[in-house]
């Protein structure tokens, strides 16, 4: 199992990354939650790292960006896991 801070990290570097995407795109969180059918502040917790998500919502999020995946998803630590 994966270190929980390690995976903390990761939903942060994900809320920066769309946020970063967002803002590259001149789009306001409330346009992105309308097309992404969220709450405006369940958005706002993804952007700031607070709430894990569930890969349809990652899905609907980088279809209402119209971004590529390797522009939201934190980078793969190549490091092999201990077992």
């Known amino acids: 199992m994966e270190n929980p801070d390690k995976l903390k990290a990761q939903l942060k ?3 920066n990354n769309l946020r970063r995407a967002r803002v ?6 409330e346009v992105v939650s ?3 059918d969220l709450n405006i502040r369940t958005l706002q917790k993804i952007e700031a790292g607070q709430t894990n998500i569930l890969i349809t ?3 609907r999020l980088q279809e ?6 390797q522009e939201l998803l934190p980078t793969a630590n ?4 201990k077992h």
């Open 24 to 29: 590259a795109r001149a789009v306001t969180q």
């Open 34 to 36: 309308e097309k992404a």
């Open 78 to 81: 190549p490091t092999p896991q």
């Open 57 to 59: 919502t990652a899905l």
């Open 64 to 69: 209402a960006l119209g971004c590529p995946w």
């Open 13 to 15: 570097t994900f809320g």
